[in-house]
DNA sequence: TCACTAACGCAAATTATTTGCTTTTATGCA
DNA sequence: TGCATAAAAGCAAATAATTTGCGTTAGTGA
């Protein structure tokens, strides 16, 4: 992205940016991929293609930011049961989430940009989610696995799963976790 | 791809494919990825830019379909000593390419492709790989891993990291195959 | 050798991208 | 509050990439 991160002089780039994230976002929702390109889009949010450009630089780009962003503003996990409970729970969802149609686009679209900014906030993040979990089971005296543990041998499993098209059967997820957890104590 | 996979009439695919494939080879060594276009590939190949964009469709699918070819090409695993210490060595060795500049740019560019097919010759490669190493392991005897464990907890995170740009630190490999070594006799 | 047809070349039409210049507008300071 | 400033946006012309229709070439099988 070209321009900078916090609004100067002659700054509206915050409107700007809304309109076209936007834009991209119902594009992708309604439309063939394919058929997303840079002066359409621009034209849907009411901005010139040479703003587009300047700002983002190309389609890859603008896809990733709008990808990051919205891997973004999945919600905090519940606290329902106990740590594993609510990690199982949570993974559960983000599996599916990333292995749906949108989800897996997203990462494509994260990796597929030269510039792999937003491919590291996508692990950052869900690191700082994970944290929470493993802070929580802390504070229990719940026995719990690392966070370099779980990123290996559960994220990176999924991750792979669903990028090179070897989707997870059903029961998938709880057995990974099952393999991460800490012996001394059985099932849920 | 938009064209059949196996010649029929009129079909001179073979050695138009050849040349433009070492064409984009040598670009990528040579020059910024930005500035590898379709028509400068297709000058350089001795092709017309629209035989390129009916065969590929797009710079993307040519990318992936050239680090496709490439993955392929890696050698055939080494018979040095038991199953597992030849099988270190092996994902040692593939570690490092795909964290390499040329490796990584690959595997981006496969997982950029709106075609998963790449992605999934990719697996399917990786898989019949450490297939030999399995094979080879049970007509010794030797208590070995399994396919799926090898796939989700060795080859994973090290794929994950390289694409979120958490490189991993040496010895991480010989303890990710450590830990999914069946139980029961030590060491190498 | 010949007929057949998939794949290629060529060139015109379309569409996307870049770029120089002008205009707008949020901000900080008087 | 109003003015000076400069970052970001608009506009439009120039360039570059992509698509497409149609004629040509060259493997293949009979």
Not at 157 to 178: H, K, M, N, Q
Request: proline residues 6%.
């Amino acid at each position: 992205m070209g321009y900078r991160e916090n609004p100067r002089p002659g700054g509206r780039s915050a409107r700007v940016q809304a309109a076209v994230h936007q834009s991209v976002r119902n594009m992708l929702a309604t439309m063939d991929r394919a058929d997303v390109t840079i002066p359409l889009i621009a034209q849907r949010a009411n901005v010139t293609p040479s703003t587009i450009y300047r700002r983002w630089g190309d389609l890859q780009e603008l896809l990733a930011d709008v990808a990051a962003a919205r891997l973004q503003q999945e919600g905090e996990p519940a606290t329902i049961g106990s740590a594993r409970q609510d990690l199982e729970a949570w993974v559960e969802q983000y599996a599916d989430e990333m292995a749906s149609g949108v989800g897996r686009q997203m990462l494509r679209d994260i990796l597929a940009a030269a510039d792999s900014a937003n491919a590291e906030k996508c692990g950052t993040y869900t690191r700082y989610q994970l944290g929470v979990f493993i802070a929580r089971a802390e504070k229990c005296g719940e026995p719990f696995p690392t966070l370099e543990e779980l990123m290996d041998h559960v994220i990176s499993p999924i991750i792979y799963r669903i990028l090179f098209d070897c989707l997870p059967e059903t029961g998938y997820v709880p057995g990974l976790i099952a393999k991460v957890m800490p012996k001394g104590l059985p099932g849920a």
